[in-house]
């Protein structure tokens, strides 16, 4: 089994600054893509960024230069630094992955973490 645990999100003033961290553990043979999605109240759940496993990432409109994903592959462990944080970024943040344990692949997700921004 595989597992993805997130670490790092709180409350900040906007403006501020947050750091989230996920890493995935367990049968993991190779990472092909992770990435983070959000989900505030009363809103479908969105993809906020992701990477591949060459580095190449995506972001949303709304968090593009503000919002840096990046992963350490040796770590099985991707990060989202967040800068200049708006109240319309607060919301329970979940990291996923694909991941092959050598004989399928499969998509898995972390608890979520929440990230309040507050005026």
């Known amino acids: 089994q595989v597992q993805l645990v997130e670490s790092g999100g709180g409350l900040v003033q906007a403006g501020g600054s947050l750091r989230l961290s996920c890493a995935a553990s367990?049968?993991?043979?190779?990472?092909?893509?992770m990435g983070w999605y959000r989900q505030a109240p009363g809103k479908q759940r969105e993809l906020v960024a992701s990477?591949?496993?060459?580095?190449?990432?995506t972001y949303t409109d709304s968090v593009k230069g503000r919002f840096t994903i990046s992963r350490d592959n040796a770590k099985n462990t991707v990060f989202l630094q967040m800068n200049s944080l708006k109240p319309e970024d607060t919301a329970v943040y979940y990291c996923a992955a694909k991941i092959s344990d050598s004989l399928k692949w499969s998509d898995y997700w972390g608890q979520g973490t929440q990230v309040t921004v507050s005026i």
């Open positions: 990477i591949t496993a060459s580095g190449s990432t």
């Open positions: 367990g049968s993991i043979f190779i990472i092909v893509g």
